[in-house]
């Protein structure tokens, strides 16, 4: 690793931690008045939603293949998840060792299950894949109704409240920052060259297969963390829950963001886990306003808000500096008139 690049590694995380420090203080002190609790809770449900969708992007944006089961993934996380820290419960561990366990737990479930999913279907491309995905979701929860386990369709109550907004930011941030250096890595420029031309890298010698259940499976993964820090922050779950409708609003919201980047994944995550709340008093059109939102950003953003971007604090200090600079030092020399030019010589 570079120094320049260490040294913006260091500058972003100094940004996210000012960030933390920021909103904790806020809560602490009670700076929303009335709302600081419900503020808090909509931050949060926005920090494990952008763990879900980032891994989401994964697939959609980096892999270039359509899925519409990723609320399966996302279940199956929640429910082993929540299953693991009531089995570990009263064994002596804090209450963050526990959480940590029981999200890991979850996340090694949905990978695996994205492996055994992802070994026959990606095979398939296109409408195909996404449809296999969708029964596959659907599959996941018509198990998880009959199954005493999970309550057998009946609430699944009784889970530990372990994901506070401080555990649930710092796993979003964990979970971010791996996915963005997978995305960086030998690892995920090979499965964007797939992207890019699916038959060129068949030719070259790259196992495709291999590289698109690799990717799919640690989308998976951390699927099911998100969902496994969804467990335990909301104490009950339903497998309803989990439904076509789920995996839609994770889609819209990567769509939104711009597939292919992470940071389109943070803010359409974060813009559309606050819309429901500011829709309240309409709940009965939060999936109009999704629409609406969705067929605009469609209209004049085909490729969502940021495209391909990715916001970097080194780059954009980078350019405020280059700003200031170009206003504190030495004018620009004017262009040259026409008048300043010396005539052509004749017959030139």
């Not at 609790?37 to 989401?56: D, F, K, N, P, R």
């Not at 999200?103 to 055994?116: K, N």
């Not at 031309?197 to 951390?222: L, P, Q």
């Amino acid at each position: 690793m570079t120094k320049k690049r260490a040294l913006s590694y260091l500058l972003n995380f100094a940004g996210v931690a000012v960030l933390f420090a920021a909103l904790t203080a806020m809560f602490a002190f009670n700076g929303f008045g009335d709302s600081t609790t419900y503020v808090e809770g909509v931050c949060t449900t926005a920090c494990y939603t952008i763990i879900m969708v980032a891994s989401l992007n994964l697939v959609v944006g980096f892999m270039g293949e359509f899925s519409l089961g990723h609320a399966g993934f996302v279940s199956v996380g929640a429910y082993v998840a929540a299953i693991t820290s009531n089995a570990l419960a009263g064994r002596g561990l804090s209450d963050a060792a526990l959480l940590i366990v029981a999200v890991l737990a979850g996340g090694l479930a949905a990978g695996l299950a994205g492996v055994l999913v992802g070994i026959p279907a990606l095979r398939l491309r296109g409408d195909y894949l996404a449809i296999v995905t969708m029964a596959f979701a659907e599959i996941i929860r018509v198990v998880f109704c009959n199954l005493e386990i999970t309550g057998g369709g009946r609430t699944m109550s009784g889970i530990l409240k372990l994901s506070t907004f401080g555990s649930t930011f710092w796993i979003m941030v964990v979970c971010v920052t791996i996915m963005f250096l997978f995305v960086r890595s030998r690892f995920g420029r090979t499965v964007q060259a797939i992207r890019e031309d699916y038959i060129a890298a068949e030719a070259s010698g790259i196992n495709v297969t291999f590289y698109k259940v690799m990717t799919f499976a640690v989308s998976s993964f951390f699927a099911g963390v998100g969902g496994g820090v969804y467990a335990h922050y909301m104490t009950a779950m339903i497998p309803t829950n989990f439904d076509f409708n789920y995996s839609a609003e994770l889609l819209s919201e990567v769509i939104i963001g711009g597939t292919g980047s992470l940071t389109g994944s943070i803010i359409g995550a974060a813009f559309l886990s606050a819309l429901p709340e500011l829709m309240r008093q309409f709940s009965t059109y939060r999936m109009l306003g999704y629409s609406v939102v969705l067929v605009l950003v469609m209209l004049f953003r085909p490729g969502g808000i940021f495209g391909r971007w990715e916001f970097s604090l080194t780059r954009a200090l980078e350019k405020l500096a280059g700003r200031g600079k170009s206003k504190t030092g030495a004018p620009e020399p004017l262009p040259e008139s026409p008048a300043a030019k010396p005539a052509p010589e004749k017959g030139a």
